[in-house]
C-alpha cells in the first residue's frame, strides 16, 4: 500500500514538446506529492509538489494534475526543452513520514 | 544557497569491510534521512532519525547498518560488513520541519563493494 507507480518508464520528446509523467497511488492517508529531478550523478531535486486539497499547481512550465479520487498525479512539461533532459521521480509521504517514490521516468528532450 | 553535503563522492571497498557514510545537513534542519539508489533504479528509504535517535527505517535497515550523529553537525551511516548487494548511491537528506515538505538531498556517495 506504500507503493507509488510510474509511468513510463523513458520518454522521447520533441524541442517545444509537452512531456506527460503519470503516477498513482494506494494509500489515502498519503498528503503530499512532490516531484523531483534528477540529473546524472546528482542527488534529486525538488521540482514542485502538491498537496490533495488543490487539482493543479503550476509553476512556470512545469504543472502538477492531481486527481484525489483516481489516486493519481501527474507531471507536465510545457515547452519542453534540452535541458529538461533528466530523470523524474514522483513521490508521496504520509504526514511526518518518509517519502515513497516512484520508479523513475527517463526524460529525453531531442533538439 | 545552504546545502546538504557528503562526503566520500566515491568509495570502494571489499566485501565484508565496513564503511561509514558522511554528511552535513542543512544547519538549522532537525530531521534527517539516508536513501539509496541502486544503479538505474528507483531511490529507496532507509532511515529517519530526528532527536538523536531513529524514527522510522525500512527493511533494508538491517542490523548490518547503523546511524549516528556524533557531534551535532555531522550525520553518519555505517555499515558494518558490506556485501556486493549494498553497491548503490546513497542520499542523504535533511528537512526542516515534520510536515514541512521539502526535503533537500545530498549529491550521494557512491558505495562500490567488490
Known amino acids: 500500500q506504500q507503493q507509488v507507480k510510474q509511468s513510463p518508464q523513458s520518454l522521447i520528446v520533441q524541442k517545444g514538446g509537452i512531456s506527460i509523467i503519470n503516477c498513482a497511488y494506494e494509500n489515502t492517508a498519503f498528503d503530499y506529492f512532490p516531484w523531483y529531478q534528477q540529473f546524472p550523478g546528482k542527488g534529486p531535486a525538488l521540482l514542485i509538489a502538491i498537496r490533495p486539497d488543490v487539482s493543479e499547481k503550476k509553476e512556470g512550465r512545469f504543472t502538477i494534475s492531481f486527481n484525489k479520487s483516481a489516486k493519481q498525479f501527474s507531471l507536465h512539461i510545457m515547452d519542453s526543452q534540452p535541458g529538461d533532459s533528466a530523470t523524474y521521480f514522483c513521490?508521496?509521504?504520509?504526514?511526518?513520514?518518509?517519502?515513497?517514490f516512484g520508479g523513475g521516468t527517463r526524460l529525453m528532450v531531442k533538439p | 544557497e545552504p546545502e546538504v553535503t557528503q562526503t566520500p563522492s566515491h568509495q570502494v571497498t571489499q566485501m565484508g569491510q565496513e564503511v561509514i557514510l558522511r554528511c552535513v545537513p542543512i544547519s538549522n534542519h532537525l530531521y534527517f534521512y539516508w536513501y539509496r539508489q541502486i544503479l538505474g533504479q528507483k531511490v529507496e528509504f532507509l532511515v529517519s532519525?530526528?532527536?538523536?535517535?531513529?524514527?522510522?527505517k525500512s527493511e533494508i535497515f538491517d542490523d548490518q547498518f547503523s546511524v549516528e550523529r556524533p557531534d551535532g553537525s555531522n550525520f553518519t551511516l555505517k555499515i558494518r560488513s558490506t556485501k556486493l548487494e549494498d553497491s548503490a548511491m546513497y542520499f542523504c537528506?535533511?528537512?526542516?520541519?515534520?510536515?514541512?515538505?521539502?526535503?533537500?538531498f545530498g549529491e550521494g556517495s557512491r558505495l562500490t563493494v567488490l
Open positions: 513521490a508521496a509521504s504520509t504526514p511526518g513520514n518518509m517519502l515513497t
Open positions: 532519525f530526528y532527536n538523536n535517535e531513529i524514527s522510522e
Open positions: 537528506a535533511s528537512k526542516w520541519g515534520s510536515n514541512t515538505g521539502e526535503l533537500f
